[in-house]
């Protein structure tokens, strides 16, 4: 729009929803609105961004991943972090060539609905590249919640939720992508012992990495671990991504690929689940 004002909206394909026809049956893909912002730059390192936009640590994660269209990141797929908010954010970096970039966000939590409570979630990130080709993310959001009623105790207790995050990624371009993100979260007094309510922890580890042996095939490889409450047995995941990229043309990749989870063992047997797939992806 000028200088230091700028504008982004998008819309995009919704693979959950559907429209519904006059049989009350779902007949059609839906679109829903990705973002709606403006930026104001009032300052060359600095600018606010106001409206519905994206999350702090998908915009550094995603870049060394590099293949979201295989997978979404561990944060997102596991439904702990939307990738996009409702809200304003102050984002900048503190000199000329960003070696220290940071991130704070402060929105409504409920981005692809109207608001409905008077609860927020308050987002904030550092980013830290100290050499050519690598990153550094520390970040954590907290989610304030309507507090619930706790009836061991006979009295109202807290439900807010904290999560944390630290990563580090390469990114050499057309010869190797690679990095690690773990996280913790905390839901308060969000699990029931059958004596009393207690915090749910949970924690995650996502390690992956994309060799290009040129620079139109390249191997991709990931692991996961997902652990969403350590006071229970039985729920603990495993993910395993293995993929080879083909580029015949520069944006355009065809990946043949195999997903393989596998879960804790308990006393009751759940078999592995392994899915074939031929995965495409076109930039354009």
Known sequence: LSNNLSSRFAIESDE??????????????????????VQWRFHKYHGVIIGLQGTPPYEVVEVTWGNRFLEKTILDLRGLLST???????????????????????????????????????????????LQN????????????????????????????????????????????????????????????????????GYGLSAYGTYYFTTKVAAVVRYDYFEPNNKKTGDIRHLFIVACNIKPVEKFTIAPNIVV????KTNRTITESVTARISFNWSF
């Open 16 to 37: 959950k929803n559907f429209s519904v026809g006059s049989d009350s049956k779902a007949n059609r893909f839906t679109i829903f609105l990705k973002d709606a912002w």
């Open 84 to 130: 996009r908010e409702l809200g304003v954010a102050l984002k900048g970096q503190f000199d000329s060539i960003g070696i220290i970039k940071y991130h704070l966000l402060i929105g409504n939590n409920s981005p692809s609905k109207p608001e409905e409570d008077k609860y927020k979630r308050f987002y904030g990130q550092i980013t830290v590249s100290p």
């Open 134 to 201: 690598f990153v550094f993310h520390l970040y954590a959001d907290y989610q304030s919640k309507q507090s619930v009623a706790d009836t061991f105790i006979n009295k109202k207790v807290s439900n807010d939720v904290l999560i944390s995050a630290l990563g580090i990624g390469y990114r050499k371009k057309d010869k190797l992508m690679a990095g690690i993100e773990s996280y913790i979260s905390t839901f308060q007094n969000d699990y029931n012992t059958g004596t009393a309510l207690v915090n749910r922890n």
């Open 261 to 264: 989870e596998s879960f804790e």
